[in-house]
């Protein structure tokens, strides 16, 4: 990938990104270039984010400004920033008593070129259930451990989505009427973007995701996207390099002590 390519590439990395946190949050606020703050209400530090997607930004004001602005929310919340801009950025974040934690890949997709997997349709049941939220949830939400008012709350900022019109799809895989994994799809003008991937704990390791994955890329791929992007925790690395995602670029979150 030539850097003309991979920086186009990246620019509609973050434009997906920012689609998907803007249909979720119930406000947000821009701090200018490349600087987005993101309130969904939801009581997770994962879900109320400040997060730095240009690269080239020198905007130590404005990062302390966005961590004001989420600090009076009284919400927990996290810093994300480019895994380049960690060093520059870590003494005045740390001032903010905010810790480096963990570190997240930004993977994509070429769907033009993807060939499609066959769903094994004896044993995988998958279904869009965008009026059935209550059952994308249970993976969700034991996947990622929110609790119930947490995963109440991620609930409802989803249905609110919904109601505003926002592009977002909710697949659930189910095997024998139970809902077993789950992830999200939000589509833009030729991008598509996956998140909530979880399954729920005693199905991990047979496939589930991988089988949805593959499912949900082929409805993207029929919608007309070009390119299908991800966040991908250290954990899930590997599903998705399988799945033929590639690596653009490191993210590095920063958390309240």
């Known amino acids: 990938m030539t850097d003309p390519v991979r920086a186009s590439v990246i620019d509609l990395y973050h434009q997906a990104e ?43 004001e404005q990062l302390a400004a966005g961590v004001a602005f989420l600090q009076r929310t009284g919400m927990p919340f996290c810093v994300v920033v480019p895994e380049a801009q960690v060093q520059r950025l870590s003494e005045p974040l740390q001032q903010q008593h905010l810790q480096p934690a963990d570190k997240t890949t930004c993977m994509v997709l070429d769907l033009a070129a993807y060939v499609a997997r066959e769903t094994p349709a004896e044993w995988a049941d998958i279904r869009c259930t965008d009026a059935h939220l209550e059952d994308w949830g249970l993976p969700v939400d034991s996947a990622f451990e929110s609790g119930e008012s947490g995963i109440e709350q991620y609930l ?44 729920l704990k005693a199905y991990q390791g047979r496939g589930c995701a991988t089988a949805l994955i593959h499912s949900v890329l082929r409805f993207a791929q029929a919608q007309g996207a070009q390119l299908c992007v991800l966040e991908a925790s250290l954990d899930g690395l590997s599903i998705y390099r399988k799945a033929g995602f590639t690596p653009l670029f490191d993210y590095r979150t920063f958390c309240q002590e």
Not at 20 to 49: D, H, K
Not at 53 to 58: I, K, L, P, R, S
Not at 158 to 181: D, I, K, M, N, W
């Open 156 to 199: 409802a900022r989803h249905r609110a989505a919904l109601q505003a019109g926002r592009a977002l799809r909710h697949f659930t895989l189910y095997l024998e009427q139970r809902p077993v994994s789950a992830l999200t799809l939000s589509l833009g003008p030729g991008v598509a973007r996956l998140d909530d991937i979880g399954t």
């Open 18 to 60: 920012d689609y998907f946190f803007v249909s979720i949050s119930q406000f947000y606020r821009r701090f200018g270039n490349g600087l987005s703050a993101y309130c969904t209400g939801v009581e997770a530090s994962s879900l109320n984010l400040l997060m730095m997607n240009n690269q080239e930004t020198d905007g130590t």
